[in-house]
Nanobody, 122 residues
Framework: VQLQASGGGLAQAGGSLRLSCLVS????????MGWFRQAQGKEREFVAA????????LYMDSVKGRFTISRDNAKNTFHLQMNSLKPEDTAVYYC????????????????WGQGTLVTVSS
């Protein structure tokens, strides 16, 4: 399983960015997906996740109402739409995938993308 994240960049506070993660796997629909982020000097933290069947979603409190995770099973891709960005959203964002929901939420899976940097200026 290989994951490739893209879409990071520089945005102003209040702006938007859309991250994408292309997953090279034969049965994409059987995997749960998630996004984590790591700011400089801080530990990696959970951002959002989407389940494989019903597409249930889960978000960290600070991004609820601003970020939306979605998946396109036909294209082996999932996304993180980030609106109303804040300087504190600045971090390297990582995508992850696993067949276990709890593993995705815990961030303990073995399949990760390379990370994409999001910088939000004030």
């Amino acid at each position: 399983v290989q994951l490739q994240a893209s879409g990071g960049g520089l945005a102003q506070a209040g702006g938007s960015l859309r991250l994408s993660c292309l997953v090279s796997v034969s049965r994409f629909s059987t995997y749960h997906m998630g996004w984590f982020r790591q700011a400089q000097g801080k530990e990696r933290e959970f951002v959002a996740a989407i389940s494989r069947n019903r597409g249930d979603t889960l978000y960290m409190d600070s991004v609820k109402g601003r970020f939306t995770i979605s998946r396109d099973n036909a294209k082996n891709t999932f996304h993180l739409q980030m609106n109303s960005l804040k300087p504190e959203d600045t971090a390297v964002y990582y995508c992850t995938a696993d067949m276990s929901w709890s593993t995705v939420l815990a961030g303990t899976g073995k399949y990760w993308g390379q990370g994409t940097l999001v910088t939000v200026s004030s």
